[in-house]
C-alpha cells in the first residue's frame, strides 16, 4: 500500500458533519482509511455519505477502507451495506 489518508471519527454525525470531514480525505489521491471507532453515533444518512464517498474513491482507483472493532460499529457497518471489504 502507498500513501495513506486516515479520518478518525469522534462523537456523534450526521451526513452534513461527515461529509465536511472526508472532503479532503477523498479530494487527493491518497488511499482512505475510515476509522469509525471513535464515533458514538452514525445515522443512516451518514452511511449514504460512506456509500457515496466510497463509490468516489473507488471510481478513481482509491482503496477506501474502515476500521471498525466494536461490536455495535460492525453491526452498524453490516445494516448499512458498507461491510463487504
Do not use: K
Not at 78 to 84: A, F, I, N, T, V
Amino acid at each position: 500500500m502507498g500513501v495513506q489518508t486516515t479520518v478518525r471519527l469522534s462523537g456523534s454525525y450526521d451526513g452534513d458533519r461527515l461529509r465536511a470531514a472526508l472532503a479532503a480525505a477523498v479530494s487527493g489521491d491518497a488511499d482512505v482509511l475510515v476509522d469509525l471507532d471513535g464515533a458514538e453515533l452514525l445515522d443512516d444518512s451518514a452511511a449514504a455519505v460512506l456509500r457515496r464517498a466510497r463509490a468516489a474513491a473507488r471510481a478513481e482507483g482509491i482503496r477506501f477502507t474502515f476500521n471498525a472493532t466494536r461490536a455495535g460499529t460492525r453491526r452498524w457497518l453490516s445494516r448499512s451495506g458498507l461491510d463487504d471489504d
